[in-house]
């Protein structure tokens, strides 16, 4: 599965429509578009932590969640209302403090339903910290 989005595409449509994700403290960054995968990073920060100094489940959440977003949007082109419809979230072991780096894959791409797995690792040691698959739901074009 080819993708129709180049990576420079993917970081100016995310930066144009979601700076919240892609601005420029965000810490999230897209760093590879390959065939059927997206590989993301974040560069967890102080507003990444709950009490205990560990990345927070919802930053986890955010990062899988957007992954698949973007997946799904490299390979089908910038459709801004596609729509995650469900999730499914494993939080496997403490996740180490630094990068972050999430493949996201896509298992099914049809023309109104995608299914994306997410696992998410520490940068240095690869070990993988989070497991999601989503489900997102693709506007008629």
């Known amino acids: 599965?080819?993708?129709?989005?180049?990576?420079?595409?993917?970081?100016?449509?995310?930066?144009?429509?979601?700076?919240?994700?892609?601005?420029?403290?965000?810490?999230?960054?897209?760093?590879?578009?390959?065939?059927?995968?997206i590989t993301m990073k974040l560069i967890a920060a102080d507003r990444h932590l709950r009490p205990g100094g560990t990345v927070s489940g919802p930053t986890l959440f955010t990062l899988a969640?957007?992954?698949?977003?973007?997946?799904?949007?490299?390979?089908?082109?910038?459709?801004?209302?596609?729509?995650?419809?469900?999730?499914?979230?494993?939080?496997?072991?403490?996740p180490p403090l630094g990068t972050l780096v999430a493949q996201a894959t896509i298992l099914k791409l049809g023309k109104r339903l995608a299914v994306v797995?997410?696992?998410?690792a520490g940068e240095h040691d690869g070990t993988t910290v989070c497991h999601a698959v989503a489900t997102y739901s693709i506007p008629p074009r």
């Open 65 to 94: 969640d957007v992954s698949a977003y973007v997946a799904i949007l490299a390979h089908i082109g910038p459709v801004a209302l596609a729509v995650t419809t469900n999730m499914s979230i494993n939080f496997l072991i403490k």
């Open 117 to 120: 797995e997410v696992a998410i």
């Open 1 to 37: 599965m080819q993708p129709v989005m180049t990576l420079d595409e993917l970081q100016t449509f995310l930066r144009d429509e979601f700076p919240q994700v892609m601005g420029p403290e965000s810490g999230f960054s897209v760093d590879q578009v390959g065939n059927g995968f």
